[in-house]
Nanobody
Framework: QVQLVESGGGLVQAGGSLRLSCAAS????????MGWFRQPPGKEREFVAA????????YYADSVKGRFTISRDNAKNTVYLQMNSLKPEDTAVYYC??????????????????WGQGTQVTVSS
């Protein structure tokens, strides 16, 4: 079982940038597809971005396409989310998740193999 720890959240003004990191423990990180999700205040958790085990395939929610970039470094057991042109509606707790299925990460928040504890991102207007 992989364990995940997010970092890099914080307070930023609209139009600014942040880079989130998700560090994984365990030697099997490179076998997992990874995803970023977020949960805005008072709302359900939603998909943000996903990346295949080798990094060759990436997917994004329409709301972040063109502004966010997901990447991974398997040598460092880390997945990243570069967030540019941030908007107040991007305010949320951001979570990373690991699963053996990229397809499952793209369509559901249920029954994924592992979740991090979350990191708060607040975008002020």
């Amino acid at each position: 079982q992989v364990q995940l720890v997010e970092s890099g959240g914080g307070l930023v003004q609209a139009g600014g940038s942040l880079r989130l990191s998700c560090a994984a423990s365990g030697r099997t990180f490179s076998s997992y597809a990874m995803g970023w999700f977020r949960q805005p205040p008072g709302k359900e958790r939603e998909f943000v971005a996903a990346i295949s085990w080798c990094g060759s395939s990436t997917y994004y929610a329409d709301s972040v396409k063109g502004r966010f970039t997901i990447s991974r470094d398997n040598a460092k057991n880390t997945v990243y989310l570069q967030m540019n042109s941030l908007k107040p509606e991007d305010t949320a707790v951001y979570y990373c998740a690991a699963d053996g299925s990229l397809a499952r990460i793209r369509v559901t928040t249920q029954h994924l193999n592992a979740w991090g504890q979350g990191t708060q991102v607040t975008v002020s207007s």
